[in-house]
């Protein structure tokens, strides 16, 4: 009658305050003892407060029940501490309980989300060892652990394996291919996927997008594109996304721009990508009104979307000091109050912000104008880069061919040079080298 009871206050307890009354009432009449009690409690408390559900967790009297385990361990997998996963998997291997076939994939996830492959590796031996390395949706986890770990032939032997294939395991192998830069490889998978008669999805159609994307070819997207529309598929925010990046950055700007107004929804990214491909594709004045555009819908601008629109004014061979002038008017300064070049470049606004050594090299064309040396700023943006973006090549590549020039206004920048050097070699930097595509006999060959 007790625990009738008090199940009916677990079901009713919706906030911290209620939960925090049950602990005591539990001691008080021996629940806490019971495990189907604390596993209702667990599974009622977890989307309230988390941190409140693991204290009460590890001050249990008694082993804690395996669901318990499973219901913490899967929270933990959607959290920034997926880590914590591993942690109880771990503690729960030792009270003796045996994991099933609901806590390996949470497990295998969690190892994924970490980039743990060594852990992940043990998970799988276990898996084997247990009998569960048939299990589809096991399999399709383990699948994705490795494509995140970089471990494409381990994800390729697991889907091999694989008895049973859905279309999340065509869509998790085409999605590992492409993440790993195999792109080719992930189109020789659909048309396997297609062999076996399995109807792709739109998140299958979305890595096919980026895989054609990477390979610069329009003509292998244009059908995936017409596969959606014939078939009904919703040309949803990821799917529409990845097709106007396509068609952008393969030179097709009308087309993505048609996919774009076709769009029902739409999110930052959306935009930005959009803007870029107008900025890239020699459109500045057409970005500029897109940005604009999105301004009046009320989404909040980052700073990719201002790396664009100042790609956009390079584009259009504006002056530096026209960039700063569209720069603090999209920062929202007073218009009465716009700051010249040298005041906006010293504002800590701009030292603070992704985009400003991407400013400093779209101005190097443009330096002229710029109301204080260049140099300068150079250097100071070159230290930020290193010192937040050390993996940014393309960054450095750009500094390296500054450096190659002999006008006098770059003395500053030529003497500064061998440390520029240093400081590349120190962080381990390298120029990645240029590659062409040529197209024959209807493939791409990479040159």
Known sequence: MISRQIETLIQLSKTAHHLHQLPALFLKTSLDHNTYIISRFILTSLPISLHFTRSLFNNLPVTPPLFAYNTLIRAYTKTSCPIESIKLFDEMLKTGLRPDDFTYPFVVKACGRCLLIGIGGSVHSLIFKVGLDSDKYIGNTLLRMYAACKEI?????????????????????????????????ALKVFHRMKLANENPNSVTLVSLVSACTSLINVRAGEPIHSYAVVNGLELDVALGTALVEMCSKCGHVE???????????????????????LADNGRGNDAISLFAKMIQTVLKSDSISFSAILSSKTYERKRGSDAISLISWLSSWSPYMRPTAAEALQHPFFWSCYFVPRLVLLLYNNFEAVAFPIATVAIRARSLTYSQEPNDEQLCSCFKCDMQRTDSDHRTINSAKPEIMVAMNQKGLKKVPGCSWVEGNGCLVQL
Do not use: H, Y
């Open 153 to 185: 032939d381990f994800a390729k032997a697991v889907f091999e394996e694989m008895p049973v294939r859905d279309v999340v395991s065509w869509s998790s192998m085409i999605a590992g291919f492409v993440a790993c830069d195999s792109p080719s490889d």
């Open 255 to 277: 087309k993505a721009f048609k996919v774009f107004n076709l769009m029902r929804e739409k999110n930052l990214q959306s935009w930005t990508i959009m803007i870029s491909g």
